[in-house]
Protein backbone atom coordinates (compact mmCIF):
# COMPACT_ATOMS: atom_id res chain seq x y z
CA UNK A 1 0.00 0.00 0.00
CA UNK A 2 1.69 3.42 -1.00
CA UNK A 3 0.54 6.02 1.65
CA UNK A 4 -0.01 9.25 -1.00
CA UNK A 5 0.62 12.18 1.99
CA UNK A 6 2.21 12.59 5.45
CA UNK A 7 0.86 14.83 7.66
CA UNK A 8 1.66 18.02 6.75
CA UNK A 9 1.24 19.88 9.98
CA UNK A 10 3.19 17.23 12.31
CA UNK A 11 6.28 17.12 9.79
CA UNK A 12 8.44 13.78 9.04
CA UNK A 13 7.51 11.08 11.49
CA UNK A 14 3.59 11.98 11.06
CA UNK A 15 1.36 9.32 10.62
CA UNK A 16 -0.10 8.84 7.12
CA UNK A 17 -3.32 8.36 5.25
CA UNK A 18 -4.43 6.68 2.11
CA UNK A 19 -8.41 6.29 1.26
CA UNK A 20 -9.60 4.04 -0.73
CA UNK A 21 -13.19 3.58 -2.48
CA UNK A 22 -14.58 0.40 -3.68
CA UNK A 23 -14.75 0.27 -7.09
CA UNK A 24 -17.14 1.25 -9.74
CA UNK A 25 -19.24 4.04 -9.91
CA UNK A 26 -22.13 5.27 -7.54
CA UNK A 27 -25.59 6.69 -8.45
CA UNK A 28 -26.92 9.93 -6.29
CA UNK A 29 -28.59 8.21 -3.50
CA UNK A 30 -26.51 5.42 -3.40
CA UNK A 31 -23.86 4.28 -0.75
CA UNK A 32 -20.28 5.37 -1.01
CA UNK A 33 -18.10 2.86 0.59
CA UNK A 34 -14.42 2.07 0.94
CA UNK A 35 -11.65 2.04 3.48
CA UNK A 36 -9.45 4.40 4.90
CA UNK A 37 -5.86 3.16 5.74
CA UNK A 38 -4.20 5.09 8.35
CA UNK A 39 0.08 4.33 9.19
CA UNK A 40 1.46 5.54 12.11
CA UNK A 41 4.54 7.90 12.15
CA UNK A 42 7.33 7.67 15.05
CA UNK A 43 5.58 8.12 18.00
CA UNK A 44 2.01 6.99 19.28
CA UNK A 45 -0.85 10.00 17.94
CA UNK A 46 -4.24 10.58 19.58
CA UNK A 47 -6.23 10.43 16.24
CA UNK A 48 -9.41 13.00 17.11
CA UNK A 49 -11.24 12.46 13.93
CA UNK A 50 -11.19 11.35 10.28
CA UNK A 51 -13.20 12.67 8.00
CA UNK A 52 -13.83 12.38 4.52
CA UNK A 53 -14.96 15.73 2.22
CA UNK A 54 -17.11 15.34 -1.20
CA UNK A 55 -15.73 17.69 -3.12
CA UNK A 56 -16.30 19.79 -6.89
CA UNK A 57 -14.48 21.86 -9.27
CA UNK A 58 -16.94 24.31 -9.89
CA UNK A 59 -17.31 27.12 -12.41
CA UNK A 60 -18.27 30.47 -11.14
CA UNK A 61 -19.36 34.07 -13.09
CA UNK A 62 -18.58 37.41 -11.73
CA UNK A 63 -17.93 40.66 -12.71
CA UNK A 64 -14.68 40.33 -13.96
CA UNK A 65 -15.31 37.06 -15.68
CA UNK A 66 -15.01 33.69 -14.98
CA UNK A 67 -13.34 31.45 -12.69
CA UNK A 68 -13.07 28.17 -11.20
CA UNK A 69 -13.00 26.87 -7.88
CA UNK A 70 -13.36 24.24 -5.50
CA UNK A 71 -16.79 23.52 -3.47
CA UNK A 72 -17.24 21.17 -0.69
CA UNK A 73 -20.55 20.06 -0.68
CA UNK A 74 -20.96 16.67 1.83
CA UNK A 75 -18.92 16.13 4.55
CA UNK A 76 -19.06 12.49 6.59
CA UNK A 77 -17.37 11.65 9.71
CA UNK A 78 -15.52 7.94 9.69
CA UNK A 79 -14.14 8.00 13.22
CA UNK A 80 -12.22 9.80 15.90
CA UNK A 81 -10.91 9.50 19.63
CA UNK A 82 -8.54 6.71 19.39
CA UNK A 83 -4.47 6.28 19.52
CA UNK A 84 -2.48 5.32 16.94
CA UNK A 85 0.58 3.52 17.70
CA UNK A 86 4.32 3.99 16.51
CA UNK A 87 4.30 2.28 13.12
CA UNK A 88 0.78 0.39 13.86
CA UNK A 89 -1.31 0.25 10.51
CA UNK A 90 -5.01 0.63 10.86
CA UNK A 91 -7.90 0.09 8.13
CA UNK A 92 -11.15 1.66 9.05
CA UNK A 93 -14.01 1.06 6.83
CA UNK A 94 -16.73 3.91 6.00
CA UNK A 95 -20.07 3.84 4.23
CA UNK A 96 -22.65 7.14 3.70
CA UNK A 97 -25.01 7.71 1.63
CA UNK A 98 -24.59 10.01 -1.92
CA UNK A 99 -26.72 13.44 -2.09
CA UNK A 100 -29.52 12.97 -4.12
CA UNK A 101 -28.47 16.11 -6.17
CA UNK A 102 -24.74 14.44 -6.81
CA UNK A 103 -23.66 15.47 -10.62
CA UNK A 104 -23.53 12.72 -13.13
CA UNK A 105 -19.46 12.32 -14.03
CA UNK A 106 -20.03 9.74 -16.40
CA UNK A 107 -22.74 8.21 -19.00
CA UNK A 108 -22.34 4.75 -20.17
CA UNK A 109 -18.57 4.31 -18.76
CA UNK A 110 -17.63 7.88 -21.14
CA UNK A 111 -16.51 10.44 -18.48
CA UNK A 112 -18.54 13.75 -19.00
CA UNK A 113 -15.57 15.78 -17.70
CA UNK A 114 -16.99 16.69 -14.59
CA UNK A 115 -14.13 16.57 -11.66
CA UNK A 116 -15.25 15.47 -8.40
CA UNK A 117 -13.26 13.80 -5.55
CA UNK A 118 -13.14 12.66 -1.98
CA UNK A 119 -10.74 14.26 0.40
CA UNK A 120 -9.79 12.72 3.56
CA UNK A 121 -9.18 15.11 6.62
CA UNK A 122 -7.12 14.03 9.63
CA UNK A 123 -7.64 15.55 12.50
CA UNK A 124 -4.21 15.35 15.20
CA UNK A 125 -2.98 16.91 18.45
CA UNK A 126 -5.44 19.96 17.37
CA UNK A 127 -3.99 20.17 14.11
CA UNK A 128 -5.86 19.31 10.93
CA UNK A 129 -4.49 18.44 7.00
CA UNK A 130 -6.58 18.22 4.11
CA UNK A 131 -4.91 14.81 1.77
CA UNK A 132 -4.99 14.45 -1.61
CA UNK A 133 -8.60 14.35 -3.60
CA UNK A 134 -9.82 10.83 -4.73
CA UNK A 135 -11.61 10.74 -7.85
CA UNK A 136 -15.44 9.59 -7.31
CA UNK A 137 -17.17 7.91 -10.07
CA UNK A 138 -21.17 8.49 -10.37
CA UNK A 139 -23.27 7.22 -12.44
CA UNK A 140 -27.34 8.10 -13.67
CA UNK A 141 -30.08 7.43 -11.87
CA UNK A 142 -32.25 5.36 -14.19
CA UNK A 143 -34.67 8.27 -14.80
CA UNK A 144 -31.76 10.80 -15.65
CA UNK A 145 -30.41 8.28 -17.72
CA UNK A 146 -33.80 7.38 -19.61
CA UNK A 147 -34.18 11.33 -20.01
CA UNK A 148 -30.96 11.78 -21.43
CA UNK A 149 -31.27 8.55 -24.01
CA UNK A 150 -34.35 10.10 -25.06
CA UNK A 151 -32.42 13.10 -25.90
CA UNK A 152 -29.97 10.97 -27.89
CA UNK A 153 -32.64 8.95 -29.84
CA UNK A 154 -34.11 11.99 -30.73
CA UNK A 155 -31.23 13.15 -32.72
CA UNK A 156 -29.44 15.31 -30.10
CA UNK A 157 -25.56 15.28 -29.32
CA UNK A 158 -23.77 15.79 -26.59
CA UNK A 159 -21.49 18.95 -26.64
CA UNK A 160 -20.04 19.65 -22.86
CA UNK A 161 -20.82 18.97 -18.93
CA UNK A 162 -19.96 21.43 -16.11
CA UNK A 163 -20.93 22.82 -12.73
CA UNK A 164 -21.91 26.01 -12.05
CA UNK A 165 -21.98 28.15 -8.92
CA UNK A 166 -25.51 29.22 -7.78
CA UNK A 167 -28.65 28.58 -6.94
CA UNK A 168 -31.92 28.04 -9.73
CA UNK A 169 -34.85 29.90 -8.76
CA UNK A 170 -37.95 28.66 -8.05
CA UNK A 171 -36.87 24.65 -7.39
CA UNK A 172 -36.15 22.41 -3.85
CA UNK A 173 -31.97 22.73 -4.67
CA UNK A 174 -30.19 22.07 -1.77
CA UNK A 175 -26.55 22.14 -3.48
CA UNK A 176 -24.85 25.69 -3.94
CA UNK A 177 -24.01 24.62 -7.34
CA UNK A 178 -25.80 22.95 -10.49
CA UNK A 179 -25.08 20.60 -13.25
CA UNK A 180 -26.00 21.73 -17.11
CA UNK A 181 -25.04 19.26 -19.21
CA UNK A 182 -25.08 20.70 -22.66
CA UNK A 183 -26.08 19.77 -25.95
CA UNK A 184 -25.73 19.99 -29.55
CA UNK A 185 -29.44 20.26 -31.51
CA UNK A 186 -30.82 17.85 -33.49
CA UNK A 187 -31.11 18.97 -36.97
CA UNK A 188 -34.83 20.06 -37.15
CA UNK A 189 -34.63 22.14 -33.81
CA UNK A 190 -31.21 23.66 -35.30
CA UNK A 191 -32.80 26.77 -37.32
CA UNK A 192 -34.74 27.28 -33.60
CA UNK A 193 -31.90 26.97 -30.87
CA UNK A 194 -28.14 27.05 -30.92
CA UNK A 195 -28.18 24.56 -27.63
CA UNK A 196 -29.69 22.87 -24.85
CA UNK A 197 -28.75 22.97 -21.29
CA UNK A 198 -30.46 20.33 -19.36
CA UNK A 199 -29.70 20.13 -15.10
CA UNK A 200 -31.31 17.50 -13.41
CA UNK A 201 -32.50 18.33 -9.43
CA UNK A 202 -33.13 14.63 -7.99
CA UNK A 203 -34.83 13.99 -4.52
CA UNK A 204 -35.79 10.60 -3.04
CA UNK A 205 -39.02 10.85 -4.45
CA UNK A 206 -38.19 12.25 -8.08
CA UNK A 207 -36.58 14.55 -10.43
CA UNK A 208 -36.78 18.10 -11.97
CA UNK A 209 -35.52 18.31 -14.69
CA UNK A 210 -34.59 22.23 -15.96
CA UNK A 211 -34.60 22.75 -19.83
CA UNK A 212 -33.00 25.57 -21.18
CA UNK A 213 -32.75 26.61 -24.73
CA UNK A 214 -30.71 29.54 -26.05
CA UNK A 215 -32.84 30.31 -28.94
CA UNK A 216 -31.74 31.91 -32.36
CA UNK A 217 -33.41 35.05 -33.47
CA UNK A 218 -36.15 35.54 -35.93
CA UNK A 219 -37.78 37.12 -38.42
CA UNK A 220 -39.87 39.29 -35.70
CA UNK A 221 -38.22 38.69 -32.76
CA UNK A 222 -34.59 38.58 -31.07
CA UNK A 223 -32.46 35.24 -29.83
CA UNK A 224 -32.61 34.89 -26.00
CA UNK A 225 -32.84 32.23 -23.68
CA UNK A 226 -36.12 30.15 -22.98
CA UNK A 227 -36.61 28.13 -19.68
CA UNK A 228 -39.43 25.33 -18.81
CA UNK A 229 -39.28 22.90 -15.60
CA UNK A 230 -40.54 19.40 -15.59
CA UNK A 231 -40.72 17.05 -12.54
CA UNK A 232 -40.87 12.97 -12.91
CA UNK A 233 -40.98 10.62 -10.63
CA UNK A 234 -38.26 7.36 -10.46
CA UNK A 235 -40.98 5.12 -10.43
CA UNK A 236 -42.34 6.30 -13.48
CA UNK A 237 -39.19 5.25 -15.45
CA UNK A 238 -39.71 1.75 -16.90
CA UNK A 239 -43.47 2.66 -18.06
CA UNK A 240 -42.99 6.15 -19.75
CA UNK A 241 -42.42 6.62 -23.73
CA UNK A 242 -39.49 8.83 -23.11
CA UNK A 243 -38.96 9.97 -26.46
CA UNK A 244 -42.15 11.15 -26.60
CA UNK A 245 -42.28 12.62 -23.34
CA UNK A 246 -38.81 14.46 -24.28
CA UNK A 247 -40.59 15.87 -27.30
CA UNK A 248 -43.32 17.22 -25.82
CA UNK A 249 -40.95 18.89 -23.17
CA UNK A 250 -38.85 20.57 -26.72
CA UNK A 251 -42.05 21.72 -28.01
CA UNK A 252 -43.19 23.62 -25.23
CA UNK A 253 -39.65 24.88 -24.99
CA UNK A 254 -39.07 26.30 -28.15
CA UNK A 255 -42.57 27.60 -27.87
CA UNK A 256 -42.00 29.81 -24.77
CA UNK A 257 -41.03 33.33 -26.17
CA UNK A 258 -40.81 35.13 -23.14
CA UNK A 259 -37.18 35.20 -21.95
CA UNK A 260 -36.38 34.72 -18.50
CA UNK A 261 -34.49 37.23 -15.75
CA UNK A 262 -31.15 36.07 -14.26
CA UNK A 263 -30.44 35.21 -10.78
CA UNK A 264 -28.43 37.15 -8.59
CA UNK A 265 -25.50 35.00 -8.53
CA UNK A 266 -24.82 35.25 -12.79
CA UNK A 267 -25.64 31.59 -13.34
CA UNK A 268 -27.56 30.91 -16.68
CA UNK A 269 -30.54 29.97 -15.09
CA UNK A 270 -33.08 32.19 -13.41
CA UNK A 271 -36.53 32.18 -12.10
CA UNK A 272 -39.11 29.51 -13.48
CA UNK A 273 -41.87 31.90 -12.76
CA UNK A 274 -43.19 30.86 -16.16
CA UNK A 275 -42.23 27.65 -15.89
CA UNK A 276 -44.07 24.31 -17.53
CA UNK A 277 -44.68 21.37 -15.31
CA UNK A 278 -45.24 18.30 -16.81
CA UNK A 279 -46.71 14.77 -15.19
CA UNK A 280 -45.07 11.88 -16.52
CA UNK A 281 -47.37 9.55 -19.62
CA UNK A 282 -47.76 5.95 -19.89
CA UNK A 283 -45.86 4.44 -22.98
CA UNK A 284 -43.05 1.97 -23.56
CA UNK A 285 -39.67 0.97 -21.71
CA UNK A 286 -36.90 3.08 -22.82
CA UNK A 287 -34.06 0.88 -23.91
CA UNK A 288 -31.22 0.87 -22.61
CA UNK A 289 -27.47 0.12 -23.80
CA UNK A 290 -24.94 2.35 -24.52
CA UNK A 291 -26.93 4.72 -27.46
CA UNK A 292 -27.85 7.65 -27.85
CA UNK A 293 -25.76 10.75 -26.11
CA UNK A 294 -23.43 8.06 -25.77
CA UNK A 295 -22.26 8.22 -28.91
CA UNK A 296 -22.40 12.15 -28.77
CA UNK A 297 -19.72 12.02 -25.44
CA UNK A 298 -17.21 10.33 -27.57
CA UNK A 299 -17.86 12.20 -30.62
CA UNK A 300 -18.23 16.12 -28.51
CA UNK A 301 -15.00 15.69 -26.97
CA UNK A 302 -12.68 12.83 -26.94
CA UNK A 303 -12.70 10.25 -24.17
CA UNK A 304 -8.95 10.04 -23.83
CA UNK A 305 -8.61 13.51 -23.56
CA UNK A 306 -11.38 13.98 -20.91
CA UNK A 307 -9.51 11.03 -18.88
CA UNK A 308 -5.69 13.21 -19.13
CA UNK A 309 -7.61 16.44 -17.87
CA UNK A 310 -9.20 14.91 -15.23
CA UNK A 311 -6.15 12.78 -14.16
CA UNK A 312 -4.15 16.09 -13.98
CA UNK A 313 -6.28 17.76 -11.80
CA UNK A 314 -6.09 14.64 -9.37
CA UNK A 315 -2.44 14.17 -9.89
CA UNK A 316 -1.48 17.46 -9.11
CA UNK A 317 0.60 19.16 -6.47
CA UNK A 318 -1.27 22.38 -6.88
CA UNK A 319 -4.36 21.79 -5.37
CA UNK A 320 -3.73 24.96 -2.84
CA UNK A 321 -3.76 27.35 -5.72
CA UNK A 322 -7.30 26.95 -6.51
CA UNK A 323 -9.82 29.04 -4.86
CA UNK A 324 -12.33 27.62 -2.61
CA UNK A 325 -16.06 28.99 -2.88
CA UNK A 326 -16.93 27.91 0.87
CA UNK A 327 -18.24 24.54 2.40
CA UNK A 328 -21.43 22.68 2.73
CA UNK A 329 -21.73 21.30 5.80
CA UNK A 330 -23.99 17.47 5.37
CA UNK A 331 -21.77 15.73 8.21
CA UNK A 332 -23.57 12.37 9.89
Same mark, same amino acid.
Given at each position: ???????? /??????????? +???????????????????????????????????????????????????????????????????????????????????????????????????????????????????????????? !?? =? +?? %??????????? /????????????? !????????????????????????????????????????????????????????????????????????????????????????????????????????? /????????????? =?????????????? %????????????????????????????
Amino acid at each position: MVFKRLLG /SLGVGGPSVDT +VLDPGAVAPGGTVAGQVHLQGGGADFAIEHITLELVARVEAEHAEGESEGLVVFHQHVVAGGFRLAGDERRSVPFSFVLPWETPVTELYGQDLGVVLGVRTELGVAGARDKGDLDPLAVRPLPV !QE =A +VL %EAFGQLGFGFK /SADLELGRIGGTG !QQLPFYQEIELIPAPRYAHQVDEIEVTFLADPAGLEVVLEADKRSGFHSEGHDALARFTVGHQEVERTDWNAEVEGWLRQLVEHHAPYAHDAHGGHHGHHGEGHH /SGPGMGTAVAAGA =AGLAVGVVGGMVAA %EVVDEVGDFFEGDDEGDEEEYGDEDGED
